[in-house]
């Protein structure tokens, strides 16, 4: 009887993790080529290698026969469902909801708050000597927008809260109230762009999501405002986003492009008006505690038949 957990954290570096299952320590190695720890087909619960390539994390899952229940580090699962049609029917597929709001959000804050006030232009003014002043836009009295309120977009709200902003505007695939305010479906957008100084996106990639920042969204922001994505690359066209930032109309913050890695010598190193960032939203001090604390929880539940967290899709037939 098949009964394998794959962790990407060694086993005996988690504590609490229920007695039953043979847990067998699997990251993907260095160069993403490390030998399987066991046979792919006796492995129950894959919970996938954080911050490796996709191909590295989807490698194993052809071969997950048995495989019931498959557990993301990530908030976003889109490197899984690139390959669904790799996973057999009625596997669980899960997100990290609950693990990368603080650090996230904290970084979305971060990009936000050095962009508006001069940040990179201070850091290569010292590194030549140079005592540079000048006036910048203070957060304080802007208008900010958050595209995709989910848990990570809702942190992001709790840690704008005390700047004293002129206003929030959340928007989502769909509207709802919440006890902040409403929550406008993306097809508001269109009247929502003009009035924000500040947009931030934090929704995750999907089909509906795939270049929602394309040239007529990013024509409607208004003259100088700041994007701010700390989403996925795709969901913004960079085409379309380098033209806006080489005509000087508006900055952007990125912690993620698209290609990604950027590689060297991509136009949008050097464009004007924008701060990149590597892709470190989820990685910091805050994710191994938070990791280790789901996966034991979520493994309880698989192995004593409870309802799982943060279940996104049950893949089937016509996956």
């Not at 394998?4 to 993907?28: A, K, M």
């Not at 924000?196 to 995750?204: E, N």
Request: proline content about 9%.
């Amino acid at each position: 009887m098949t009964n394998d957990v794959w962790l990407p954290i060694p086993p005996e570096e988690i504590e609490g993790l229920p007695e039953g299952p043979d847990y067998l320590f699997w990251d993907g190695g260095e160069d993403g080529g490390q030998e399987f720890p066991g046979d792919p087909a006796d492995c129950l619960v894959y919970v996938v290698p954080y911050m490796k390539r996709q191909p590295v994390k989807t490698r194993p899952l052809e071969q997950m026969r048995n495989l019931q229940l498959i557990q993301t580090l990530t908030a976003g699962i889109d490197d899984m469902t690139a390959d669904l049609s790799l996973i057999v029917p009625g596997v669980r597929l899960c997100n990290a909801r609950g693990v990368h709001e603080a650090s996230t959000a904290e970084l979305a804050l971060t990009l936000t708050l050095a962009s508006l006030r001069g940040i990179p232009e201070f850091v290569r003014a010292q590194q030549q000597e140079r005592w540079q002043g000048d006036f910048h836009p203070a957060l304080a009295d802007r208008s900010v927008l958050i595209v995709g309120y989910g848990a990570i977009g809702a942190a992001i709200e709790d840690r704008l809260t005390p700047f004293e902003l002129a206003r929030v505007a959340r928007v989502a695939r769909s509207g709802r109230t919440t006890e902040r305010g409403p929550v406008h479906p993306f097809t508001e957008l269109p009247a929502l762009l003009p009035e924000a100084d500040v947009v931030i996106l934090s929704t995750p990639l999907t089909e509906t999501t795939r270049h929602l920042v394309d040239a007529e969204f990013l024509a409607r922001m208004k003259d100088g405002a700041l994007l701010v994505n700390v989403a996925r690359g795709p969901v913004v066209d960079t085409k379309a986003l380098l033209a806006e930032l080489e005509s000087g109309r508006i900055t952007a913050a990125l912690d993620v492009t698209d290609p990604e890695p950027l590689p060297q010598g991509h136009p949008l190193w050097q464009a004007p008006g924008v701060l990149i960032s590597p892709h470190v939203g989820g990685p910091t001090s805050a994710f191994l505690p938070r990791a280790k604390r789901l996966v034991v929880d979520q493994l309880g539940r698989f192995v004593n038949h409870e309802p799982l967290r943060n279940v996104i899709l049950t893949t089937g037939p016509t996956e």
